[in-house]
């Protein structure tokens, strides 16, 4: 549409007002663009200083035409022989991806009981889940450390594993329960008639409709573990270490090396980011608890 | 037999077909609910409970009941104290900012304009960096007096401008709840913005045309329709930043340490019990962090219920 008007009316030929307005938008996409690269500044810093060489990296100014090398991500995965990051990277892997795992289990059937076939006073369940969520982490903690130390459960994967399905299961239903609400009853209900079962319904008919919904609540859920840190500084020590918490030391077990921390940063965030652009659509209705659509 | 045992004898297998359709009902719901009681909720009871004691495992043989001393102790102890004053101002101020910041954004995002995706794409990223990344970013890569990006910059528009010697502040210690403001802010004001983009999104647009139509100015638009609509959007923004804020440990672990006054609650609790061992005194801190929490989630949830009940009326 763009395109037709434009060749049927060049921009000498607009009455004044119009060429005013359309100056005055080309401005604001300008500065939207401006707002954009400088929101994103720190982070490409980070990128472009992780590229850089230790001595290029602490320099002042900064030096924008420095060299680009790939050592500091060399040496952060332990190529001059410092600690691994690997243990920790796995250990954040398994924490997010078996929490996550457990919340869908959780939360599907909760879901289905709370948008499709409608338990009694659903919207009360509903914000009995939500409330949960704003009871702030600290205030449990230590019980829960004290019960970990004296259940030798202490620096073990499986304890995060349950305090981050805790943690997400109430977002996660809520997210569920919006998305399997967008699943037609009136066809459900057909198919039901014409003699499918549950499990067909689930895969023909509720799994294409809300399975998007699904995979970006899964995502959220992922993105939520994997950038925990209180928790996991709390209850793990050696063998148990998450990504966050392996990050939060290499400054002060190796000094400061700012090169390799930003490539250390670059790496943690990097399943986030691509966790994150991909539920990109999705993640302000998971974060506002599904009350935005 | 008298009639009304008859009655009820009739009615009872009946009955008893419906609960077992209700429990098959409810059957689903039933795990996450029992998980979620017994991970959230009885760890809270639990420091209800250790609130209510003079305990420090340095010190064994000391614990027994304090009643509410550990209580008194927080409003009276400079330190806690501090760390309340110091948690309201740093939520206000960051949820202050983001909103405004992340309106501001929001307006320009919803005009259509070149490569209007790939902004939205570049405004996302700070909240999609993993939160220890970026107060580690924040502290080390930017804030660093000696080749943080802010000093570099300064250096580097002196040069411009033949100054050999600009102002090279040290950021943190010079203003550390600015610093740790600044970093959550600019995490923040992402998600702020996506919640109000949706909301002006939103915006039913035959009403847009008919303000239009009848000579509305953009001003007037703003403020007489855009802004009411908005209004249910900005209140869930400040209520959810609020919850989420409040709790932040990252940055203020990472920036400062906690140092120079920026300690908050969450993080002087875990001070509390995992460095000082004063177990009842950082379980009653906690239970206070809950008390105000609760007063804003209270809040937050009626906005999210009445976004709800709306939704719910349209479908």
Same mark, same amino acid.
């Given at each position: 549409?763009?395109?037709?008007?434009?060749?049927?009316?060049?921009?000498?030929?607009?009455?004044?007002?119009?060429?005013?307005?359309?100056?005055?938008?080309?401005?604001?996409?300008?500065?939207?663009?401006?707002?954009?690269?400088?929101?994103?500044?720190p982070a490409?810093w980070m990128l472009?200083t992780s590229?850089?060489?230790?001595?290029?990296?602490?320099?002042?100014?900064?030096?924008?035409?420095?060299?680009?090398?790939?050592?500091?991500?060399?040496?952060?995965?332990?190529?001059?022989?410092?600690?691994?990051?690997?243990?920790?990277?796995?250990?954040?892997?398994?924490?997010?991806?078996?929490?996550?795992?457990?919340?869908?289990?959780?939360?599907?059937?909760?879901?289905?009981?709370?948008?499709?076939?409608?338990?009694?006073?659903?919207?009360?369940?509903?914000?009995?889940?939500?409330?949960?969520?704003?009871?702030?982490?600290?205030?449990?903690?230590?019980?829960?450390?004290?019960?970990?130390?004296?259940?030798?459960?202490?620096?073990?994967?499986?304890?995060?594993?349950?305090?981050?399905?805790?943690?997400?299961?109430?977002?996660?239903?809520?997210?569920?329960?919006?998305?399997?609400?967008?699943?037609?009853?009136?066809?459900?209900?057909?198919?039901?008639?014409?003699?499918?079962?549950?499990?067909?319904?689930?895969?023909?008919?509720?799994?294409?409709?809300?399975?998007?919904?699904?995979?970006?609540?899964?995502?959220?859920?992922?993105?939520?573990?994997?950038?925990?840190?209180?928790?996991?500084?709390?209850?793990?020590?050696?063998?148990?270490?998450?990504?966050?918490?392996?990050?939060?030391?290499?400054?002060?077990?190796?000094?400061?090396?700012l090169?390799?921390l930003c490539?250390a940063s670059v790496?943690?965030s990097?399943?986030?980011?691509?966790?994150?652009?991909?539920?990109? =659509?999705?993640?302000?209705?998971?974060?506002?608890?599904?009350?935005?659509? | 037999?008298?009639?009304?045992?008859?009655?009820?004898?009739?009615?009872?297998?009946?009955?008893?077909?419906?609960?077992?359709?209700?429990?098959?009902?409810?059957?689903?719901?039933?795990?996450?609910?029992?998980?979620?009681?017994?991970?959230?909720?009885?760890?809270?009871?639990?420091?209800?409970?250790?609130?209510?004691?003079?305990?420090?495992?340095?010190?064994?043989?000391?614990?027994?009941?304090?009643?509410?001393?550990?209580?008194?102790?927080?409003?009276?102890?400079?330190?806690?104290? =501090?760390?309340?004053?110091?948690?309201?101002?740093?939520?206000?101020?960051?949820?202050?900012?983001?909103?405004?910041?992340?309106?501001?954004?929001?307006?320009?995002?919803?005009?259509?304009?070149?490569?209007?995706?790939?902004?939205?794409?570049?405004?996302?990223?700070p909240?999609?960096i993993v939160p220890v990344s970026a107060a580690l970013l924040w502290k080390h890569a930017l804030y660093n007096?000696?080749?943080g990006l802010?000093?570099?910059?300064?250096?580097?528009?002196?040069?411009?401008?033949?100054?050999?010697?600009?102002?090279?502040?040290?950021?943190?210690?010079?203003?550390?709840?600015?610093?740790?403001?600044?970093a959550?802010?600019w995490q923040?004001?992402?998600?702020?913005?996506?919640?109000?983009?949706?909301?002006?999104?939103?915006?039913?647009?035959?009403?847009?045309?008919?303000?239009?139509?009848?000579?509305?100015?953009?001003?007037?638009?703003?403020?007489?329709?855009?802004?009411?609509?908005?209004?249910?959007?900005?209140?869930?923004?400040?209520?959810?930043?609020?919850?989420?804020?409040?709790?932040?440990?990252?940055?203020?672990?990472t920036i400062?340490?906690?140092?120079?006054?920026?300690?908050?609650?969450?993080?002087?609790?875990?001070?509390?019990?995992?460095?000082?061992?004063?177990?009842?005194?950082?379980?009653?801190?906690?239970?206070?962090?809950?008390?105000?929490?609760?007063?804003?989630?209270?809040?937050?949830?009626?906005?999210?219920?009445?976004?709800?009940?709306?939704?719910?009326?349209?479908?």
């Amino acid at each position: 549409m763009t395109a037709t008007t434009a060749t049927l009316a060049p921009s000498k030929l607009l009455p004044p007002a119009a060429r005013r307005a359309r100056r005055r938008s080309a401005a604001l996409g300008l500065v939207a663009w401006v707002a954009g690269l400088g929101f994103c500044l720190p982070a490409m810093w980070m990128l472009l200083t992780s590229l850089h060489s230790e001595a290029d990296a602490a320099t002042n100014p900064p030096p924008l035409a420095a060299a680009l090398t790939l050592d500091n991500y060399r040496q952060f995965f332990g190529a001059d022989g410092g600690p691994s990051p690997w243990p920790s990277l796995i250990n954040s892997l398994s924490a997010s991806v078996f929490s996550t795992v457990l919340v869908l289990l959780l939360a599907l059937p909760a879901a289905y009981a709370l948008s499709i076939r409608r338990v009694r006073k659903w919207t009360d369940v509903l914000f009995f889940f939500l409330s949960t969520k704003m009871l702030p982490v600290v205030a449990g903690l230590l019980p829960v450390y004290l019960f970990a130390k004296n259940a030798g459960m202490l620096d073990n994967i499986w304890l995060l594993v349950i305090l981050y399905t805790s943690m997400n299961l109430p977002i996660a239903v809520w997210m569920m329960q919006s998305f399997l609400a967008d699943v037609p009853v009136s066809i459900i209900e057909a198919a039901q008639v014409d003699g499918a079962r549950l499990p067909t319904v689930l895969t023909r008919i509720v799994a294409p409709v809300a399975g998007p919904g699904i995979a970006a609540t899964a995502l959220i859920c992922f993105i939520f573990s994997w950038n925990e840190l209180l928790f996991a500084r709390v209850l793990t020590g050696v063998v148990a270490q998450t990504a966050p918490v392996y990050l939060s030391g290499v400054v002060t077990s190796q000094g400061l090396f700012l090169a390799q921390l930003c490539a250390a940063s670059v790496v943690v965030s990097l399943p986030v980011l691509a966790a994150g652009y991909a539920a990109q =659509d999705k993640l302000v209705q998971g974060l506002s608890l599904g009350a935005v659509k | 037999m008298s009639p009304q045992i008859r009655s009820e004898q009739a009615r009872q297998p009946k009955e008893r077909k419906r609960g077992v359709r209700a429990w098959a009902t409810r059957a689903p719901l039933l795990p996450a609910l029992v998980f979620l009681i017994a991970v959230t909720q009885l760890p809270f009871v639990a420091t209800l409970v250790i609130s209510l004691f003079d305990w420090n495992p340095l010190s064994p043989d000391e614990r027994d009941f304090a009643g509410f001393s550990n209580y008194t102790s927080v409003v009276t102890d400079p330190e806690l104290r =501090d760390s309340v004053c110091t948690t309201v101002l740093l939520t206000a101020s960051v949820v202050v900012a983001t909103v405004v910041l992340g309106l501001l954004l929001a307006l320009l995002l919803d005009r259509s304009f070149f490569g209007r995706g790939m902004v939205r794409t570049l405004l996302i990223t700070p909240f999609l960096i993993v939160p220890v990344s970026a107060a580690l970013l924040w502290k080390h890569a930017l804030y660093n007096p000696e080749y943080g990006l802010l000093n570099g910059a300064l250096t580097w528009i002196g040069e411009l401008f033949g100054d050999t010697s600009p102002p090279q502040p040290d950021w943190i210690s010079g203003m550390p709840l600015i610093a740790v403001e600044a970093a959550l802010v600019w995490q923040w004001t992402p998600f702020m913005m996506l919640i109000l983009l949706a909301g002006l999104q939103s915006r039913p647009a035959e009403m847009m045309e008919a303000a239009r139509l009848d000579g509305a100015g953009s001003w007037q638009t703003f403020r007489y329709l855009t802004l009411p609509h908005l209004r249910r959007y900005l209140e869930l923004g400040v209520l959810l930043g609020s919850v989420y804020i409040v709790q932040n440990f990252d940055a203020v672990f990472t920036i400062t340490a906690g140092g120079l006054d920026t300690a908050n609650l969450p993080y002087t609790i875990y001070q509390t019990f995992y460095n000082a061992h004063e177990y009842g005194l950082a379980s009653a801190a906690g239970v206070v962090v809950v008390i105000g929490t609760m007063i804003i989630a209270t809040f937050a949830l009626r906005v999210v219920s009445s976004l709800f009940r709306e939704e719910a009326n349209r479908a």
